[in-house]
């Protein structure tokens, strides 16, 4: 079991810039893959970006590349989330995540997930 806990949301004017950080606790038995999602009102949760534990795969949804970037520091149990240019649609509540395998876009696959932080950008 992973503990997860999400900071680094906030408010932001459009084309702004925030960093999310994701902090992790607790026992793993295997490399875990890390991602993040987003859920915004009435919307379902979709999926961001994620990468592999040793940072060799990562992905990104097609609607944040070129914007976001995920990075991760294994010593310090913590994976970020670097976001630019940031648009009023990027508005969400955004959770951090993990599964024992590789990277994957489909929220169901994860096992453990932080309490989410808001992320809204205003025009």
């Known amino acids: 079991q992973v503990q997860l806990v999400e900071s680094g949301g906030g408010l932001v004017q459009a084309g702004g810039s925030l960093r999310l950080s994701c902090a992790a606790s607790?026992?793993?038995?295997?490399?875990?893959?890390m991602g993040w999602f987003r859920q915004a009102p009435g919307k379902e949760r979709e999926f961001v970006s994620a990468?592999?534990?040793?940072?060799?795969?990562?992905a990104y949804a097609n609607s944040v590349k070129g914007r976001f970037t995920i990075s991760r520091r294994n010593a310090k149990n913590t994976v970020y989330l670097q976001m630019n240019s940031l648009k009023p649609e990027d508005t969400a509540v955004y959770y951090c995540?993990?599964?024992?395998?590789?990277?994957?876009?489909?929220?169901?696959?994860?096992?453990?997930w932080g309490q989410g932080t808001q992320v809204t950008v205003s025009s």
């Open positions: 990468i592999s534990w040793s940072g060799s795969r990562i």
């Open positions: 607790g026992r793993t038995f295997s490399s875990y893959s």
């Open positions: 995540a993990a599964r024992p395998g590789g990277p994957d876009t489909g929220y169901d696959n994860y096992d453990s």
